[in-house]
């Protein structure tokens, strides 16, 4: 149909030879992510420091191993592992609470308005690293934490584009006819909102995904992160900065890492807003 | 015009007042003894009798707690931000108002950098097209995509210690060694800017190729007015106002920044402090920082927000 | 020890004299055209000490403060050589049991008042009191009462003989202090010693000027000192490299031939302080089991520790941490801990605890070396079934946490106080501190090393230290892991500054006093 095959051409107009490899590199590692505990790799934690500091390409290390004689290959793929459970997590959150918080403005009145948007202020007020430093110092560092102090720090962006939809679509005439149908305000919601919020939403997920491990990293990379010994790519830039003139390898490798993956997570957000919601996009970049 | 203002400021208290009512409730976020949180978070085995005296004591949280919202309000109003755990005879304030100008320091610095280089870049990528912008645009992307400690790091690995150009760090006060302060400067200043210049620059790309598309523009083209001129005076002014805006919110971020490039190069700022502070579970310190980083933000942003007014009537209504 | 009689250090005083008189033009040695000296020294320093407490165990860091601020009745000198400091001379009775000690004329504190015998008994009455904490409690605790004849002589009486007294007053720890120092809170940046403290920028720096009235003044050749603190082990190396600074401590394990390879550094290690780990026996549970404690002290690879935190810099200690120089070495007691995992099983399984337990293993991350021993033997604690998680903070957390006794089991890195085996007392007994186990009581030990400390002959001392030493075998107060290079680095146009030899490596503070930096 004619909207089916206009989304497939943007689709296609909205890809191009950069833009499909941030795409196969997240596919890549959410496979292996998912496949790791089936690989034949050795366990992330297990030290062997007669090995230790060996460099790329040692016979059973081919990634090498760090100050304990830890694999490297192994400790960044576990460390996929923890930042894809800690990305989703957050995004997840930030989705739930986000669009809620948008809705509950958008549609309860002035009251509901102020407060939902106020908070959203609020939470913008601070830069992110901040307030998270200011929760791990009152809860702690760990998983959870990180999970939900971050799902907190990125729903504005989620509330603000619900809000924008609901004030525009609220006024429409197909939903005022929903509400004198008698269908419950959230009905109407849920039913009609919804769907239209759906394609800017799409496009904000891997952003916010790359902006949840942006953040972990450099939480962990100051050691207020995840908990060591868990591996994590941020804690292991650190870690390795202590050898890096003798190792270069130990820095390069984890940053190598974190950098590709945010930058595929950005060009996966390129591709869903061309394809998606082509209005919003400004003058592509790349 | 005063009424824009007026109602900017009046905005900008009422955001800070909501904002230090956040990180007060933060402590009293989760249901339980505040105290016995704090001391939990720093590990099993941490709680006891004595330790949750001092605690309890030093934050006064025995009172009821609208005693302590009034009471912390009022402080703040006196500027008065407690004192640390770790040196009861040291006010959070002379810890932050002795680290506060090392980071606006590096901080302005960065934001310098971040526009001197970032608006010709992204202007240029605008105006000339081709191989250009797709070297610069790749450039903004990598920028936008790298952590700032990454940055950093690798800064350090290659400028400081394979090539020697640069100290790795460390800080040099301007009487005793201005050669050597600005030395330090250079690094920290280059790595914060990276990320926000390409977003800068990005902005300005965009803006400039929205700009140019308009009907003004080509109306002017079409009056015989030559390009350049045109693009000189007439669409970068107008494309400016989009990248203010950028550079507003994204000084949050490069406030977020900061505190990991002063871990990266340790520079002794209120980055510095902070991680020191949360390190030490000093939540007055902590505290604190948090609140004069947030109003700084809160004061940046008004300030941007007043500048816009200036540059776009259209925006005071 | 050797008598300190006036006469040899009246003598000594005029041969130094002489030798400061040609100094002060600036030249070590007559004959030489004179060097410029810089009058500033610039120190990194590893951990800053927001609250100075002379008598309490703070740390290296607090340590080289204390040398800089601060003196006592005694010191040493760069061999590791006990010297008169604030004494003139200090003489012990033929038993051992007493000391007379002759105060220095004119002595003042740096705020201008004056140190007399009332000073010595107040300080000396304070750290022989639990409450206060002292470091050297242990040995204090044996202070019978202090006799002020008058202002310049103080009469020190112990319980019962100590040969080793005089090492113990040499600490830093024993600094002779003003009474404001003694209130509820004191702290103490006033003292007797070479500098006074003039600014600080919290957590960032100290600077120091030199105290006019220090006993030993002219001696002094720096105007001001400026301490920098750098916790982070590659950044206080860096300010080296960057000549921000001339003179550091702590040297990073793995950069030491980074260093040695650097033609205007030296790199001054000594091996002295030793990482063991400590137990919370008062909480009851399976730590409070000396057969775990045993499992425990078999089951570490000591190998390990010394390759992944010290870079190979650290060598085996697998008992007693007695230097295998010493004349109280056995090889055979030196070993009883050689791991042996098999053993260490067993011995979970005697004890109950065949299942394991979980346990908080604490450290500090601000010293990396310190965490990295955590990370080592972590695993093989879990191989006997002990699951610990790390506790890793800064390090006057760790240390608050450690007197406290807010953990389970505990990493730490000490040095004795004395070069003598008597210095185990500190870390089998006594109130509650942060580089002991706590709440651990082993009477027969105690009772073991007084007699160490009264037996007359060397013979009758070694058979007493061997008793000791199969002792702590037993009941494991500590499980030893390895003794540690300690190493300084500094510019080589700084000189008189010594790396002093063995546990005494944190008192080299003393030696700032006649070392120079050419300008």
Not at chain 2, 55 to 60: I, K, N, P, T, W
Not at chain 2, 282 to 297: E, K, M, R, S
Not at chain 3, 40 to 51: Q, T
Not at chain 3, 443 to 457: H, N, W
């Amino acid at each position: 149909m004619k909207t089916t095959s206009r989304s497939v051409r943007r689709l296609r107009r909205s890809l191009n030879p950069i833009r499909m490899g941030g795409a196969i590199f997240i596919l890549l590692i959410v496979v292996l992510t998912l496949a790791v505990p089936l690989l034949a790799i050795p366990d992330p934690l297990a030290q062997d420091i007669a090995n230790s500091l060996q460099p790329i390409g040692s016979p059973g290390h081919v990634l090498g191993t760090d100050r304990f004689g830890r694999d490297m290959l192994s400790r960044l793929l576990f460390g996929a592992r923890i930042e894809l459970v800690v990305a989703l997590g957050a995004t997840a959150v930030a989705l739930v609470l986000g669009v809620t918080l948008g809705m509950l403005g958008g549609f309860l009145g002035a009251l509901a308005e102020t407060l939902t948007m106020r908070t959203v202020d609020v939470i913008l007020a601070f830069p992110p690293i901040v307030l998270a430093l200011l929760i791990v110092t009152i809860y702690g560092p760990g998983v959870s934490t990180l999970i939900i102090t971050m799902g907190i720090l990125f729903s504005p962006r989620f509330a603000r584009l619900t809000y924008g939809q609901v004030v525009t679509v609220k006024h429409l005439e197909y939903v005022e006819a929903a509400r004198v149908f008698g269908n419950s305000p959230l009905r109407t919601m849920l039913a009609v909102v919804l769907p239209n919020v759906s394609a800017p939403i799409i496009v904000q997920l891997p952003l916010t995904l790359a902006t949840s491990i942006l953040l972990e990293s450099g939480l962990s990379y100051l050691g207020l992160g995840v908990v060591p010994p868990t591996p994590s790519w941020g804690l292991m830039v650190a870690d390795g900065q202590r050898d890096m003139i003798a190792n270069p390898s130990l820095v390069a490798l984890p940053s190598a890492v974190i950098v590709a993956t945010i930058l595929a997570f950005g060009l996966l957000g390129d591709i869903l807003r061309d394809w998606l919601d082509p209005r919003r996009g400004m003058a592509s970049n790349l | 015009m005063a009424r824009f203002v007026l109602k900017r400021l009046g905005l900008g208290i009422v955001l800070l007042w909501l904002v230090v009512t956040v990180v007060f409730l933060a402590l009293h976020a989760v249901p339980g003894d505040p105290a016995a949180i704090l001391l939990g978070s720093e590990g099993a085995g941490s709680v006891t009798p004595e330790a949750l005296a001092r605690v309890r004591s030093q934050l006064g949280l025995d009172k009821p707690i609208l005693v302590q919202y009034t009471d912390y309000l009022l402080r703040l109003v006196r500027f008065d931000l407690g004192t640390s755990f770790r040196s009861t005879d040291v006010p959070v304030l002379s810890y932050i108002s002795d680290r506060l100008p090392k980071t606006l320091e590096l901080v302005f610095a960065a934001a310098l950098l971040a526009v001197m280089v970032g608006i010709p870049l992204g202007a240029l990528a605008a105006r000339i097209g081709g191989l250009v912008d797709t070297l610069i645009s790749s450039l903004t992307t990598l920028g936008i995509s790298m952590p700032v400690y990454v940055i950093g790091t690798i800064f350090v690995l290659v400028f400081s210690l394979q090539w020697g150009m640069f100290p790795a760090g460390g800080y040099a006060t301007l009487e005793a060694n201005p050669v050597g302060h600005f030395q330090r400067l250079v690094l920290p200043a280059i790595a914060l800017s990276f990320g926000i210049g390409s977003v800068v620059a990005r902005m300005t790309r965009s803006s400039v190729l929205e700009t140019v598309a308009q009907d003004w523009v080509r109306t002017a083209r079409s009056q015989g007015l030559p390009r350049a001129q045109v693009f000189r005076r007439h669409v970068i002014r107008n494309s400016l106002t989009p990248v203010v805006t950028t550079l507003g919110l994204e000084i949050g971020t490069l406030l977020g920044s900061t505190v990991l490039i002063e871990r990266v190069f340790t520079w002794p700022g209120m980055g510095s402090l902070l991680i020191d502070a949360v390190n030490a579970r000093d939540y007055p310190v902590v505290q604190g920082i948090v609140i004069v980083i947030a109003a700084l933000f809160i004061l940046i942003n008004l300030i941007v927000d007043l500048l816009y007014g200036v540059l776009d009537p259209r925006a005071r209504q | 020890m050797a008598t300190l009689s006036r006469r040899s250090v009246l003598g000594a005083g005029s041969v130094s004299l002489g030798l400061l008189l040609t100094g002060c033009q600036g030249t070590a040695t007559p004959g030489q055209s004179a060097a410029k000296l810089a009058s500033e020294l610039k120190i990194g320093l590893s951990a800053d000490v927001p609250d100075l407490k002379p008598s309490r165990d703070q740390g290296a860091a607090a340590m080289m403060l204390d040398t800089l601020i601060h003196r006592g009745l005694l010191g040493y000198d760069a061999q590791g050589k006990v010297v008169p400091a604030l004494a003139e001379s200090f003489t012990p009775s033929a038993d051992n049991k007493s000391f007379t000690v002759k105060l220095r004329k004119g002595l003042k504190f740096s705020d201008g008042s004056a140190l007399t015998s009332a000073n010595v008994k107040k300080t000396l009455e304070f750290l022989a009191t639990s409450a206060s904490g002292a470091k050297i409690y242990a040995t204090m605790s044996k202070l019978e009462s202090v006799e002020t004849p008058d202002d310049l002589t103080a009469i020190v009486k112990l319980k019962g003989a100590n040969v080793a007294f005089p090492s113990y007053l040499a600490d830093t720890t024993a600094a002779i202090l003003p009474d404001k120092a003694f209130s509820a809170q004191g702290t103490s940046w006033e003292g007797a010693g070479p500098f006074k403290l003039d600014t600080t920028q919290k957590g960032v720096s100290f600077t120091f000027t030199k105290n006019p009235e220090f006993y030993d003044a002219a001696k002094v050749n720096f105007e001001k000192v400026i301490v920098t603190v750098y916790a982070d082990g590659q950044a206080r190396l860096n300010a080296l490299l960057a000549t921000d600074v001339q003179l550091i401590d702590f040297v990073p394990w793995e950069s030491f031939d980074r260093v040695k390879q650097d033609a205007s550094l030296k790199l001054d290690p000594q091996s002295g302080p030793w990482m063991y780990l400590h137990f919370n026996v008062a909480k009851g549970g399976p730590l409070a089991n000396e057969k775990v404690r045993q499992a425990i002290a078999l089951a570490v690879n000591r190998e390990n520790v010394a390759k992944a935190a010290f870079s190979g810099q650290a060598n085996v200690v697998a008992g007693s941490p007695i230097a295998e120089s010493s004349q109280f070495y056995d090889s055979k007691l030196a070993s009883g801990w050689k791991q042996d995992v098999a053993k260490a099983k067993q011995l979970m399984a005697e004890a109950g605890y065949a299942s394991g337990f979980d346990a908080v293993l604490l450290t500090s991350s601000q010293y990396a070396f310190h965490q990295d021993t955590a990370l080592s033997v972590q695993p093989d604690l879990a191989a006997i079934g002990i699951r610990t998680t790390l506790d890793s903070g800064d390090w006057a957390t760790r240390q608050t946490k450690a007197a406290e006794g807010r953990y389970d089991i505990a990493v730490a890195g000490s040095a004795g106080v004395v070069n003598d085996p008597s210095f185990l007392v500190n870390f089998v007994t006594g109130p509650a501190a942060n580089n002991r186990s706590f709440g651990f009581d082993d009477p027969q030990l105690d009772a073991l090393l007084q007699k160490g400390l009264e037996a007359s002959t060397d013979a009758d001392r070694k058979a007493v230290y061997n008793q000791v030493q199969e002792r702590i075998l037993t009941t494991v107060p500590f499980a030893s892991l390895v003794g540690r290079a300690q190493a300084f680095a500094y510019s080589k146009k700084l000189t008189g500054f010594a790396n002093i030899p063995g546990f005494l490596t944190f008192e080299s503070g003393y030696t700032l006093v006649g070392a120079q930096l050419q300008a």
